[in-house]
């Protein structure tokens, strides 16, 4: 029955992670997939997140019951204020419609197949068609043709500066049809950790409000880029309160709370008026009823518990400091190695763009036959667009990494 099916490639990322887990050599290493590990290179289950769970696993009235097909409503209240901020006038005027996802994943396809239902195409160029980042997160693409949207590159990353093309990017911007709609990422672009500034932020949303273009936020990394969860949520809270900017955010709890396999996320859809926020949550009833019928509970559960109990809260913002300081720390180890140390040749003329990007990721600015003697060579496992997870990185595997990139950039 099934011969004429023709074997699909690997995904680019998680076949990292088996090639990794297959590989016998002592000193691999895996900067593959975004996902936080400890100095021992360790996944790490964060104290908050276990004070919520065992909360959880002895509380008698929690069970197995499904949740409702939006979600659980504690969860996505709380998930919206952590994005929009406590006193955010969409919130409080009933105009956002908060809906549980499978993580940002989830939220970005649920996005996907609104949009390509209801969006006003005929206004805004008459195709169905989604500005994305060149380069973004490898998923993007696929989650977006998968719902018959088609993904189009605007110009991010200048390989000359390694660091963002401001004129191409605002060129495009201003080029595409009115009503657009462009991806942006909230904050930790990946796969390059380079960010707009505030500057530039309130540059990018005068366009958007001049051409009436929809933005399209993920946001899967907030708390990561500072360690602060305020200050990583500045882009999506300086457009929405321009009012007058349709936008959604689709929101991962994977990185944030260390809850990659649980799938917590939420979409926020932030509308004109509370009329049409009740509709929209109607019809992203309807698409999600025949998709996953209701989210997992568990999870959601875990995050609800720690964004609304002031100890949970605080320890929580503990924890995500930690994990960003770690990052950061990381990223000055692995800069003095090849500045100091090694005097490694650096694209684009200095190796300064490894403390300048933020998040999980860093890109290293390397040509795709340097990373295949990284990855050869050294069993370090990392993606063919130089990105490094810097959370693979730690005390005892820094050195080492440094030693290969030094010879890489040699060859
Ligand atoms: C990544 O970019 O490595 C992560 O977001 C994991 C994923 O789902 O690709």
Known sequence: TWESVPQAPPDVIFQ????????????KVNLGVGAYRDNDG????????KKAQAILLNDDTVDHEYLSITGLPEFVAS??????????AATSEGRVTSVQTISGTGANHLAAVFLARFYDWSRAGGEKKIYISNPTWANHKAIFNAAGIEPVDYPYYDAKTVGLDFEGFTGALKSAPNRSVFLLHACAHNPTGVDPTKEQWGAISDIFLAKGHMAFFDCAYQGFASGSLDADAFAVRHFV???????LICQSFAKNAGLYGERVGALHVVSASKK???????????IQRAEISNPPAFGARVVSLILNDNALWEQWNKDVKFMAERIID???????????????PAPGGNWDHILKQIGMFSYLGLTPKQ???IVDEGHIYMTGNSRISMAGLNTHNVAYVAEVIDKAART
């Open 16 to 27: 990292l992670t088996a090639a990794y887990k297959a590989d016998k050599y002592e000193k």
């Open 42 to 49: 360790k996944p790490w289950v964060l104290p908050s997140v």
């Open 79 to 88: 998930a919206a204020k952590l994005i929009l901020g406590k006193d955010s």
């Open 241 to 247: 309160a321009q009012k007058n900017i349709p936008l």
């Open 276 to 286: 049409q926020e009740a509709a929209v949550k109607s019809q992203l009833s309807v």
């Open 330 to 344: 990381m990223r000055k180890q692995l800069h003095s190695l090849l500045t100091e140390k090694h005097k490694t």
């Open 371 to 373: 990373v295949k003697y």
